[in-house]
């Protein structure tokens, strides 16, 4: 891996790091051990592992001084000065114990912990293990791609630990670099002889300046009794009370939201507690938008928030900025009443169609109804098997007919009519108010989604004009049977009827009488923004990929030719980025052009009938009706094609639902986990996998990191620019990470 540093910031040690004492600095160049450590470390000339020992025997020692001074401080207080000081250990040959979820190859070279009354295990080679890695204050590493992907993934580790210090080392120099929820900043080289900024690093991990927040101080690390280092619960406060023994069970981008989910109890339920730094100049806070949605009554199949706030140290909220201001973040904190389970868990394929149909139906009604749209359904935020904690919620009596009660061809009493869905994650949803033809909100024309599943039009900021985009050949499906008994007995002859097509229309919309270049031409003109069949695709992404992975139970061992077929598949999916300039190719197209033998091909064999039907829903997804002249006049056209044609498949498979084994997935050899939800909201698939071979988040999540800083420079929730001065984060990431691809 080539090194490659973080740019380095002229007014860094001004702006990022408080200044010691001139009194102590000079106490510190006195020390004969500290100049005998500084003349060793000055010795090394090219082997990095010769600067381990001194390096760390060199800060512990500065750390010794600073340490005493502070504890002579009148306001130990505001310091947050620990009861013991931070020691350096070299632990360059060993892996921090107790990621939170999954597992990664970190060997930081030297780390900063707090001393403790037992001390740390130190081994034959001198070096330290066992370390948890909620104990790390900061590290040390002679490589700095490797320091940078080691601070991203120690930031997700300490969610009470908003801002990290750490150093990148050389023979001859180093370089202080600040990781924080607004990106990453770091200073100048320097000699091995700049007492002061060596002392300005030690003294700012107990005093950082202005700022600069290092504790969120409402989470509490809780290690189990009788193991120091054992992995930690967390104690966490908030409005409603404060919650021990927490599990995290996701976290996200390190510098984009720093989203971390919590699980804790309450009396018998479980809660999600949701954490994140939240862009000052969001227009829309997630706790607001779903405020209204449960307004007049709960909305089955949608997460509820029981309390959100800001979170502060005091009196003071946890802010996050740029040295100049103009990227602010602040932390937000939700309790929400809801969990849910992955898809990849789902017990029998009919469960799953079951989720996705109840996913539309919800999805609709909260465009229609609350004015809400979504704009990131993905794997991560649309979930099954939901349970609810109690809450004051009252039941919504408009809530509309879901498959339960389609299927049993009863309506439920509200307080009985619960969803099989529940859509979670609203940080990326738009309010729909104002929203007219001529007059399209801003917002809506940004662009923003988890890139394996983001609508093609969405992927380009373009209306989508290639191929079969602009073949209109599919109209509204009709019912038959027993299916258009069902339908038209809970949803009326009048919502069947409203979508019917006439002999000119598909969808309800105009096919343009003009040639394909003559279309082309005119999509140019047209003003991209975000409507709601987008989000209706990217339900069909989801669905897509699930159906794609899952494993029925009767199913016999995969040949390698299937696995071959699932590999060209799944590498779709895997590869896709949001592109940087409007386009109007997606790498995607070809999944939705394929004939239905190959579309069924790619499914094992007690599957195939399902592949048609995914087949069937592609061909109504792929067409651009944005460009039909007139496009379809009702929004939720592609919901109700895609619910019509799962209804119908539904009902005719009755008996034939395909029990699955949950949480089993057929192997790819690209892109496995990072496409996977590694915990969001309930169960996760990892859990699943504690009898078999353990599932890496490997090599790091600084994998994850590229595609979610792709997914944020796409975003109006993100500015790409706060994330390091004079850089494109995107490039330097995938050179930070080794030149990996992008994965997630």
């Known amino acids: 891996m080539a090194h490659h540093d973080v740019e380095p910031d002229p007014t860094f040690f001004d702006d990022r790091l408080k200044a010691c004492p001139k009194s102590v600095v000079e106490a510190i160049v006195r020390r004969n051990d500290v100049q005998r450590w500084v003349a060793d470390i000055s010795k090394v000339k090219k082997k990095d592992a010769h600067l381990y020992q001194p390096v760390a025997s060199l800060l512990t020692a500065i750390n010794q001084t600073v340490f005493e001074h502070l504890q002579n401080a009148e306001d130990k207080d505001s310091l947050h000065l620990p009861k013991r000081p931070i020691v350096f250990l070299d632990h360059h040959s060993h892996i921090p114990m107790h990621l939170p979820i999954g597992t990664v190859d970190d060997r930081p070279d030297i780390i900063g912990v707090l001393g403790r009354e037992h001390g740390y295990k130190i081994v034959y080679d001198g070096t330290c293990e066992g370390v948890s890695y909620h104990c790390i204050e900061t590290i040390v590493d002679a490589k700095a791609a490797q320091a940078t992907r080691y601070a991203f993934n120690i930031q997700q580790a300490r969610p009470f630990r908003p801002g990290l210090f750490y150093l990148s080392v050389k023979p001859g120099e180093f370089q202080v670099v600040y990781s924080s929820p607004v990106g990453i900043g770091a200073s100048e080289h320097k000699p091995w002889g ?6 300005a690093y030690i003294y700012s991990l107990y005093v950082p300046p202005e700022g600069h927040v290092l504790y969120d101080r409402t989470i509490v690390a809780q ?11 967390w104690a966490i406060e908030t409005k409603d009370g404060v919650y021990s023994g927490a599990s995290i069970i996701f976290f996200g981008n390190s510098w984009g939201r720093g989203t971390t989910v919590f699980q804790a109890k309450r009396k018998e339920h479980s809660v999600i507690i949701k954490d994140a730094y939240i862009d000052c100049g969001h227009r829309n806070d997630e706790a607001e938008l779903l405020q209204p949605v449960h307004e007049h009554g709960r909305l089955p199949g949608v997460v509820r928030c029981i309390t959100a706030e800001d979170v502060k140290n005091g009196d003071d909220s946890i802010i996050s900025q740029m040295k100049d201001c103009t990227f602010t973040k602040k932390k937000r904190r939700m309790v929400l009443a809801d969990i849910g389970q992955e898809l990849y868990l789902a017990k029998s394929v009919n469960d799953l169609l079951m989720a996705i149909y109840d996913t539309l139906e919800v999805h609709r009604t ?8 979504h704009r990131d359904m993905s794997i991560y935020n649309i979930l099954m098997y939901p349970v609810s904690a109690s809450c004051t919620y009252d039941f919504s009596k408009d809530a509309p007919p879901l498959i339960d009660d389609v299927l049993h061809g009863e309506l439920r009493p509200p307080e009985k009519r619960t969803a099989r869905c529940l859509i979670v994650d609203f940080d990326n949803a738009a309010s729909l108010v104002g929203a007219k033809a001529d007059a399209i909100p801003e917002e809506l024309r940004c662009r923003t989604g988890t890139p394996a599943y983001i609508a093609r039009a969405v992927a380009s900021g373009s209306l989508s004009t290639t191929g079969g985009s602009l073949r209109w050949e599919h109209k509204m499906p009709e019912l038959s049977g027993e299916t258009k008994k069902l339908y038209t007995k809970l949803y009326g002859e009048d919502r ?20 394909e270049e003559e279309t082309e031409i005119r999509a140019l003109g047209m003003t991209f923004y975000h409507r709601w069949e987008y989000d209706a695709e990217s339900i069909f992404w989801t669905m897509y990929a699930a159906l794609l992975r899952v494993v029925p139970k009767t199913s016999p ?5 299937s696995r071959d077929k699932l590999d060209r598949h799944w590498k779709k999916f895997y590869e896709h980025t949001i592109l ?3 386009s109007s190719e997606d790498s995607r197209d070809s999944l939705l052009d394929q004939t239905p033998v190959a579309f069924s091909a790619s499914f094992l064999p ?8 995914i087949k069937s829903i592609a061909r109504h997804v792929y067409p651009s009706y944005a460009v039909m002249t007139p496009p379809p006049p009702h929004e939720d056209h592609l919901h109700e094609a895609m619910q019509r044609l799962i209804l119908q498949y539904l009902v005719d498979h009755r008996d034939d639902p395909i029990p699955l084994v949950p949480g089993k997935l057929r192997p790819v050899s690209c892109g496995d986990n990072p496409v996977i939800n590694r915990g969001a909201y309930g169960t996760t698939h990892q859990e699943q996998e504690t009898r078999g071979e353990k599932r890496q988040r490997g090599p790091t999540d600084g994998v994850h990191a590229v595609r979610l800083l792709t997914r944020s420079s796409a975003s109006q929730h993100a500015d790409p620019a706060a994330l390091g001065p004079n850089f494109d984060i995107g490039v ?13």
């Open 557 to 561: 061992k995969e040949s390698d030719r």
């Open 606 to 613: 007690a599957m195939r009938q399902v592949g048609l039907l």
């Open 223 to 233: 290690e189990p009794a009788g193991s120091p280092l054992g992995k930690p619960a």
């Open 496 to 515: 069947y009827n409203k979508y019917l097509d006439s002999q000119d229309t598909i969808h309800g919309g105009g096919v343009p009488q003009e040639t």
């Open 194 to 199: 700049d007492y002061a900024s060596l002392c």
């Open 366 to 373: 909260l465009a229609r109804d609350c004015q809400i749209l």
């Open 732 to 744: 330097w990431m995938m050179q930070h990470i080794g030149g990996m691809e992008d994965q997630g």
């Open 580 to 582: 940087r300039e409007p």
